[in-house]
Protein backbone atom coordinates (compact mmCIF):
# COMPACT_ATOMS: atom_id res chain seq x y z
CA UNK A 1 0.00 0.00 0.00
CA UNK A 2 1.47 3.43 -1.18
CA UNK A 3 2.12 5.86 1.70
CA UNK A 4 -0.04 9.12 2.01
CA UNK A 5 1.98 12.18 1.29
CA UNK A 6 2.16 15.27 3.96
CA UNK A 7 -0.84 16.61 2.12
CA UNK A 8 -2.54 13.76 1.90
CA UNK A 9 -2.01 12.96 5.76
CA UNK A 10 -3.50 16.70 6.44
CA UNK A 11 -6.68 16.50 4.43
CA UNK A 12 -7.49 12.12 5.29
CA UNK A 13 -9.80 12.86 8.10
CA UNK A 14 -11.95 15.59 6.60
CA UNK A 15 -14.05 13.56 4.81
CA UNK A 16 -16.29 10.91 7.63
CA UNK A 17 -16.42 7.27 6.04
CA UNK A 18 -20.15 6.77 5.08
CA UNK A 19 -21.36 9.86 6.04
CA UNK A 20 -23.86 11.26 3.10
CA UNK A 21 -23.06 15.59 2.49
CA UNK A 22 -25.46 17.93 0.72
CA UNK A 23 -24.46 18.89 -2.40
CA UNK A 24 -23.43 22.30 -1.41
CA UNK A 25 -20.54 21.10 1.78
CA UNK A 26 -19.44 18.56 -0.68
CA UNK A 27 -18.42 21.53 -3.34
CA UNK A 28 -16.87 23.62 -0.64
CA UNK A 29 -15.00 20.35 0.99
CA UNK A 30 -13.63 18.63 -3.09
CA UNK A 31 -11.74 21.71 -3.00
CA UNK A 32 -10.64 21.40 0.52
CA UNK A 33 -9.37 18.08 0.37
CA UNK A 34 -7.33 18.25 -3.42
CA UNK A 35 -3.81 18.70 -2.97
CA UNK A 36 -2.50 18.06 -6.50
CA UNK A 37 -0.81 20.75 -7.78
CA UNK A 38 -2.43 21.27 -11.08
CA UNK A 39 -5.55 22.37 -12.10
CA UNK A 40 -7.51 18.86 -11.41
CA UNK A 41 -10.51 17.84 -13.00
CA UNK A 42 -13.76 17.35 -10.93
CA UNK A 43 -15.42 14.16 -11.55
CA UNK A 44 -19.52 12.85 -10.64
CA UNK A 45 -20.29 9.39 -10.41
CA UNK A 46 -23.84 8.58 -10.18
CA UNK A 47 -24.93 5.17 -9.81
CA UNK A 48 -28.80 4.51 -10.79
CA UNK A 49 -30.81 1.36 -10.03
CA UNK A 50 -31.15 0.82 -13.95
CA UNK A 51 -30.29 -2.65 -16.21
CA UNK A 52 -27.77 -0.70 -18.59
CA UNK A 53 -28.61 -4.33 -21.14
CA UNK A 54 -32.32 -3.26 -21.75
CA UNK A 55 -32.72 -0.86 -24.65
CA UNK A 56 -35.71 0.73 -22.26
CA UNK A 57 -33.75 1.08 -19.62
CA UNK A 58 -30.51 2.68 -21.07
CA UNK A 59 -30.09 6.77 -19.76
CA UNK A 60 -28.03 8.90 -22.37
CA UNK A 61 -28.46 12.43 -22.52
CA UNK A 62 -26.67 15.97 -22.54
CA UNK A 63 -26.14 19.06 -20.46
CA UNK A 64 -24.84 22.64 -20.82
CA UNK A 65 -22.89 23.03 -17.74
CA UNK A 66 -23.92 27.12 -16.55
CA UNK A 67 -20.15 27.44 -15.60
CA UNK A 68 -18.27 25.34 -18.39
CA UNK A 69 -15.84 22.84 -18.14
CA UNK A 70 -12.78 24.55 -17.51
CA UNK A 71 -11.26 23.39 -19.83
CA UNK A 72 -10.38 24.23 -23.58
CA UNK A 73 -12.68 21.78 -25.75
CA UNK A 74 -10.94 20.92 -29.51
CA UNK A 75 -13.73 21.08 -32.05
CA UNK A 76 -12.91 19.86 -35.10
CA UNK A 77 -16.24 20.88 -37.83
CA UNK A 78 -16.65 18.37 -40.77
CA UNK A 79 -19.38 20.30 -43.07
CA UNK A 80 -20.19 21.46 -46.53
CA UNK A 81 -18.67 24.72 -47.75
CA UNK A 82 -21.48 26.66 -47.36
CA UNK A 83 -21.22 26.41 -43.16
CA UNK A 84 -17.47 26.30 -42.90
CA UNK A 85 -17.16 30.12 -42.24
CA UNK A 86 -19.87 30.19 -39.63
CA UNK A 87 -18.43 26.85 -38.17
CA UNK A 88 -15.02 28.84 -38.00
CA UNK A 89 -17.25 31.73 -36.50
CA UNK A 90 -18.79 29.88 -33.76
CA UNK A 91 -14.97 28.75 -32.34
CA UNK A 92 -14.17 25.48 -34.18
CA UNK A 93 -10.55 24.64 -34.33
CA UNK A 94 -10.57 23.60 -37.45
CA UNK A 95 -13.03 23.09 -40.29
CA UNK A 96 -13.04 21.37 -43.32
CA UNK A 97 -14.60 17.49 -44.83
CA UNK A 98 -12.12 15.51 -47.20
CA UNK A 99 -8.98 16.66 -46.05
CA UNK A 100 -9.88 15.80 -42.70
CA UNK A 101 -11.42 12.30 -43.24
CA UNK A 102 -8.04 11.55 -44.67
CA UNK A 103 -6.08 12.97 -41.80
CA UNK A 104 -8.42 10.79 -39.23
CA UNK A 105 -7.60 7.62 -41.65
CA UNK A 106 -4.31 8.03 -41.08
CA UNK A 107 -4.82 7.80 -37.47
CA UNK A 108 -5.09 11.50 -36.73
CA UNK A 109 -7.42 12.13 -33.86
CA UNK A 110 -6.07 15.45 -31.98
CA UNK A 111 -9.36 16.45 -31.20
CA UNK A 112 -11.96 16.17 -28.47
CA UNK A 113 -15.33 16.85 -30.09
CA UNK A 114 -16.48 16.24 -33.96
CA UNK A 115 -19.58 17.90 -35.12
CA UNK A 116 -20.58 17.03 -38.53
CA UNK A 117 -24.25 16.95 -40.73
CA UNK A 118 -26.13 14.34 -41.95
CA UNK A 119 -25.42 14.64 -45.62
CA UNK A 120 -21.62 14.28 -44.21
CA UNK A 121 -22.41 10.88 -42.30
CA UNK A 122 -21.75 8.84 -45.57
CA UNK A 123 -18.17 9.79 -45.38
CA UNK A 124 -17.69 9.62 -41.88
CA UNK A 125 -19.47 6.52 -41.05
CA UNK A 126 -16.28 4.33 -42.15
CA UNK A 127 -14.04 5.91 -39.58
CA UNK A 128 -16.16 4.40 -37.24
CA UNK A 129 -12.93 2.34 -36.18
CA UNK A 130 -10.70 4.91 -35.28
CA UNK A 131 -13.28 6.99 -33.75
CA UNK A 132 -15.43 4.76 -31.78
CA UNK A 133 -12.80 3.29 -29.59
CA UNK A 134 -12.02 7.59 -28.67
CA UNK A 135 -15.27 8.56 -27.81
CA UNK A 136 -15.36 10.76 -30.97
CA UNK A 137 -18.04 9.40 -33.62
CA UNK A 138 -20.99 11.96 -33.99
CA UNK A 139 -24.18 11.06 -33.08
CA UNK A 140 -27.36 12.39 -33.09
CA UNK A 141 -28.32 11.95 -29.57
CA UNK A 142 -25.41 14.26 -28.27
CA UNK A 143 -26.43 16.65 -30.95
CA UNK A 144 -23.10 16.44 -32.92
CA UNK A 145 -24.64 15.52 -36.05
CA UNK A 146 -27.11 18.68 -36.59
CA UNK A 147 -28.38 20.76 -39.81
CA UNK A 148 -26.93 24.26 -37.48
CA UNK A 149 -23.41 22.81 -36.80
CA UNK A 150 -22.68 26.43 -35.65
CA UNK A 151 -25.00 26.60 -33.21
CA UNK A 152 -23.12 22.76 -31.80
CA UNK A 153 -19.92 24.61 -32.10
CA UNK A 154 -20.86 26.87 -29.67
CA UNK A 155 -22.44 25.02 -27.11
CA UNK A 156 -19.74 22.51 -26.75
CA UNK A 157 -17.54 25.62 -26.63
CA UNK A 158 -19.38 27.16 -23.25
CA UNK A 159 -19.91 24.01 -21.79
CA UNK A 160 -21.99 21.21 -23.50
CA UNK A 161 -21.07 17.93 -22.71
CA UNK A 162 -22.78 14.21 -23.25
CA UNK A 163 -22.69 10.77 -20.78
CA UNK A 164 -24.34 7.89 -20.72
CA UNK A 165 -24.53 5.40 -18.28
CA UNK A 166 -22.16 2.19 -18.19
CA UNK A 167 -22.46 -1.50 -18.35
CA UNK A 168 -22.58 -1.39 -14.49
CA UNK A 169 -25.23 0.96 -14.21
CA UNK A 170 -22.62 4.20 -13.82
CA UNK A 171 -22.45 7.39 -14.82
CA UNK A 172 -19.05 8.96 -14.81
CA UNK A 173 -18.28 12.10 -15.96
CA UNK A 174 -15.97 15.14 -15.56
CA UNK A 175 -17.81 18.40 -14.58
CA UNK A 176 -15.65 21.03 -14.09
CA UNK A 177 -11.93 22.17 -12.28
CA UNK A 178 -10.94 22.35 -8.77
CA UNK A 179 -9.94 25.89 -9.72
CA UNK A 180 -13.52 27.03 -9.90
CA UNK A 181 -15.62 28.52 -6.93
CA UNK A 182 -17.59 26.55 -4.75
CA UNK A 183 -20.81 27.91 -5.96
CA UNK A 184 -19.45 27.18 -9.81
CA UNK A 185 -18.97 23.64 -8.96
CA UNK A 186 -22.50 23.65 -6.80
CA UNK A 187 -23.98 24.85 -10.27
CA UNK A 188 -22.20 22.35 -12.56
CA UNK A 189 -23.20 19.52 -10.10
CA UNK A 190 -26.63 20.16 -9.45
CA UNK A 191 -27.55 21.01 -13.34
CA UNK A 192 -26.09 17.34 -14.66
CA UNK A 193 -28.10 15.41 -11.53
CA UNK A 194 -31.45 17.39 -11.81
CA UNK A 195 -31.14 16.28 -16.22
CA UNK A 196 -30.08 12.56 -15.46
CA UNK A 197 -32.98 12.61 -12.43
CA UNK A 198 -35.62 14.40 -15.43
CA UNK A 199 -34.09 10.97 -17.95
CA UNK A 200 -35.27 8.23 -15.08
CA UNK A 201 -36.53 5.53 -18.10
CA UNK A 202 -40.52 4.73 -17.43
CA UNK A 203 -38.89 0.60 -17.23
CA UNK A 204 -37.07 1.79 -14.24
CA UNK A 205 -38.17 0.16 -10.95
CA UNK A 206 -37.37 1.03 -7.42
CA UNK A 207 -34.61 3.55 -6.05
CA UNK A 208 -33.35 5.43 -9.49
CA UNK A 209 -30.72 7.22 -7.92
CA UNK A 210 -28.66 4.80 -5.98
CA UNK A 211 -25.34 6.55 -5.13
CA UNK A 212 -23.91 10.25 -6.27
CA UNK A 213 -20.27 10.96 -5.31
CA UNK A 214 -18.09 13.77 -6.80
CA UNK A 215 -13.94 14.04 -6.61
CA UNK A 216 -11.24 15.56 -8.03
CA UNK A 217 -8.08 13.93 -9.61
CA UNK A 218 -6.64 11.45 -6.97
CA UNK A 219 -8.73 13.22 -4.09
CA UNK A 220 -11.55 11.04 -1.74
CA UNK A 221 -14.76 10.61 -3.29
CA UNK A 222 -17.07 12.30 -1.11
CA UNK A 223 -20.76 10.93 -0.80
CA UNK A 224 -23.61 13.07 -1.34
CA UNK A 225 -27.45 12.90 -0.06
CA UNK A 226 -29.62 12.63 -3.49
CA UNK A 227 -32.14 14.32 -1.36
CA UNK A 228 -29.83 18.09 -1.35
CA UNK A 229 -29.86 17.93 -5.17
CA UNK A 230 -34.37 17.68 -5.62
Known amino acids: MSKLTKNQKSVADKVEAGKAYTLKEAAELVKEITTTKF ?19 MVRGVVSLPNGTGKTVRVLALCTPDQEASAKEAGADYVGL ?5 KIKGGWTDIDVIITMPSCMGKIGPLGRVLGPRGLMPNPKSGTVTMDVA ?34 IFGNAKEFIQTVIKLKPAAAKGTYIKSIF ?12 PKSVE
Do not use: C
Not at 153 to 159: L, P, R, S, Y
Not at 214 to 225: L, R, V
Open 214 to 225: ISSTMSKGIKID
Open 98 to 102: DEYVE
Open 151 to 184: KAVKEVKQGKIDFKVDKAGIIHTSIGKISMTPEQ
Open 39 to 57: DASLDIDVRLGVDPRKANQ
